[in-house]
């Protein structure tokens, strides 16, 4: 089997690329597109560190084959901060200590992302149950959903400014 | 809302006003104003905002150009000798490099704590002539891609003969038992000529024939793995300049670079490590494991070496918090005071020393707990058996040690019938008392963390219990 081109939204730039036969999503945003900011922590589809957002939807990208998802909008980490000014999910995991070795946090992140885009209120029993494929072995789960609860609360509060001023 | 996970279960960020009028009546924190404390002050980790960003670099994210990639051929015995290794089939898949054996390492044989004076080395890097656990590394085959490190590393043929295995510490303490490891010669370490580490304060059997009740008790652990969210793994670079520079996610830069350096027998300044970036590691990443045959597969190829445990390999062989079993008899009176206590300790090495033998220190050095008993004798034995080796994990040596007492003094207390917070304060230690081990007890606060305790938890102490301190023994 040949290797092939692979188009993707990356991040809304479209980016191209040679994919072996085989190659995982992870391992294109890894090692072809220089995007690390995805973790390889278990390459199995069990600890989520992993996780970016495929059309919206968070995915483990260590589970799916680059080809599937040609021409498709994949989103990652380093595409959450614009112009380098964290979003409120990601000023949220650092003001309330939602960090700790920063192996997870990526997954963590795009996880809420996906979350607070669905539901922009979600109860504490959401943000666990959306968090619930990740898996963090330091802080423990508590401070990270305080800060996924803290992020929406700061998204709500900003959006009717944002609203007035569009308008 | 749904039913599991109901009322009781509502998060509130930290308070950090809990502990304010203690900073208050120091003059201190940000309230009291002092330039130079931090405590009750809120102060942001310095790496949050490269964790948040995805811009913190962790050693898998460096890519250098011609990266190959390193796979170990383990052992699937638990202990045999080998009789053969077939690399043939192995060299013959596109893209293998190289095939390192035992003697492509200039000094294979290693133990980690030797930097301290602890010998002796007990340990190859790869197998020479005998594995002596499951998943022990035979040979490291180097490739363009992992895909074809690791079918090289699946042709690799080895010839056993089977030994008889030993995975448990008391059989392995008897006679007749398989020997483990040759290089110590029996199965447990040898603690400056003696068979264990020992405690032996006052006299315990005249406690025992003396006490209203002797109580005895086993206890038991099973290995732990850390488990943390990045595996263990290192990319090595070769400079222009002939040194090595180590990307590497261990918890001990420069204990790696000294036991690496001794290993490829190269002075310590050819090395360089970059490191300090771990993925979780409680210990786990503490051995030196990965660098020093991915620094001899990065020589042999002139090419950067990436050399990473897969999560199955992270379980099954990186190694755990030892198995421990651990028997407690002690010698209690009618009121709760215990007058003697004797300790017989195993702690399963598995088939290497690594850090267990300090491991085993520590335990001997925990006992007999916080508490002052005039009467003690303890053995903590180091033993080898064919099991995974174990080596530090979070308070290694004396969390177990700890699960065992406390176990100890709770069963004391069901079975006496007393207050299990009155029994602990009956035996705390105090400022003064002369610890089993001849050491003075100093700043201890056991007696006041069990009284705040009790109160936070509502757990009524009478008077008497209340009025307790660790800086005096008046009221025993």
Redesign the interface.
Known sequence: MPSQIVSLVVNGERREFIAVPGATLLASLRESLGLTAAKRGCAQGACGTCTVLVDGRPEVACLVAVETVAGREVRTLEGVAAGGELDEVQSAFVDCFATQCGFCTAGMIMVAEALLERDPDPSEEDVVEAISGNVCRCTGYRPIVIAILEAARRRRAKSPQEEAVAR | ??DR?APT??????DTSTFADERAAAGTGVDGGGDFTVIGSVV??S????????????F??V?PARLAHLKMHRSDRHHARILDVDLSEALAVPGVLRILTHADIPNNLYTPLKLIGVGPDDEPILAVDKVRYLGEPICAVVAETEAAALEGAARVRVAYEDLPPVFDVEEALKEGAPLVNEYHGQNHFIYEGHHCRRIRFGDVEAAFARADHVFEWRYQSAPIE??????TGCVVVPQADGRLRIHSDTQACFFTLDNTALILETPFNKLRIVGG??????GGKVDVVVEPVACVAAMATDRPVKFVY??AEEMQVSSPRAAERIYIKDAVMADGRIIGRKVTLYVDAGAYARHTPYGTTKAAAHLPGPYSIPNVWADCHCVFTNRTPSSAMRGFGVTIADFALESQMDRIARALDLDPLRLRLLNAYRDGDLKAHRKVAEGTALVEVIQKAAEMAGHELPEAYRRMSSTTREGL
């Open positions: 809302m749904t996970l279960y509502r998060l509130a960020p930290i942001q980790r790496d949050a905002r490269g964790h948040v960003t995805g811009r913190t670099e962790f898998e994210d890519a850390q488990a943390p969210a990045e595996t970036t771990v993925g979780g590691g409680f897969d999560r």
